[in-house]
């Protein structure tokens, strides 16, 4: 074993005793970061050229900043973005919803489907969508300032600031000039239960913006405005996606009822076969 990575089982102990869900991963990754390599070439620096600037990274961690703000990146389906304070950290849990979103847009007979996110984040959302369906106009929504600048950059890095624009505001208000002509609305808006604060891990609660997160005593104060945001922005027929909270499947499809025009109103699954989003769809107009 080489130095570094005598040093990384070294740092995976203290992650452990710190509480990280991780420790192994993210004390590779942080060596990597720092060393300037993959996690799979560890083993190939030197042990001269070992960095001190790592247990600072550890250290950080260790006080549960999260990894992606001390790497400066963070990785979503086939992108890298930049994420920093101030900016909500893509999860891959929200990877699947865009799956499904994505393979939507494609069996649509639209030429050039209109696509709206609400609450930009990163970006991770448009800038995938963009990247995955060519000829999408991807329209997003962040009302944090900070924020918004990290999707903004995002965007402009991604090659793809062409057919994604992101918009400063609230998501409920946002756009009214694309009323009734949305193909595709998607959102992972905040849904955590202002009630369950202190079992949220310091990564969440203390980083990400508390806009991102927290949405009334239940979670669901957000989501039941967006059902009206859905009936203002979609087509007749359009399809809306929305991500939620553990526990909360059950009781979302209820706010998405036929006789305001909702349609094939389904929960789907995330990669640990729990409910993570709602789909539906816009009736058409001859409904």
Partial sequence: ????????????????????????????????????????????????????????????????????????????????????????????????????????????????????????????????????????????????????????????????????????????TALSELDGRVDLLISNPPYVPTRDGEAIPPEVRDYDPSLSLWSGEDGLDMIRDLEKVGRRLLRPGGAMAVEHHDGQGIEIPWFFPEDRGWRDVLNRKDMARRDRFVVMRRADEDT
């Fill in 1 to 172: 074993m080489n130095f570094l990575l005598d040093e990384v089982a070294r740092a995976t102990l203290r992650l452990a005793e710190a509480g990280v869900a991780s420790p192994r991963t993210d004390a590779e990754e942080l060596a990597a970061s720092v060393h300037g390599v993959r996690r799979g070439e560890l083993h190939s620096v030197a042990d001269s050229d070992f960095d001190a600037r790592y247990w600072e990274c550890v250290a950080r961690r260790e006080a549960r900043e999260p990894l992606q703000h001390i790497t400066g990146h963070a990785y979503f389906r086939y992108l890298e973005l930049r994420v920093g304070p101030g900016v909500f950290v893509p999860r891959p849990e929200t990877e699947i919803m865009v799956d499904w979103a994505i393979e939507t847009l494609r069996s649509m007979d639209v030429a050039d489907p209109l696509v709206v996110d609400l609450g930009a984040g990163s970006g991770a959302i448009a800038i995938s969508i963009a990247q995955e369906v060519p000829r999408s106009r991807v329209h997003t929504v962040e009302i944090e300032p900070q924020a918004l600048k990290w999707a903004e950059l995002n965007i402009q890095e991604s090659g793809h600031a062409d057919r994604v624009t992101a918009h400063a505001g609230d998501m409920r």
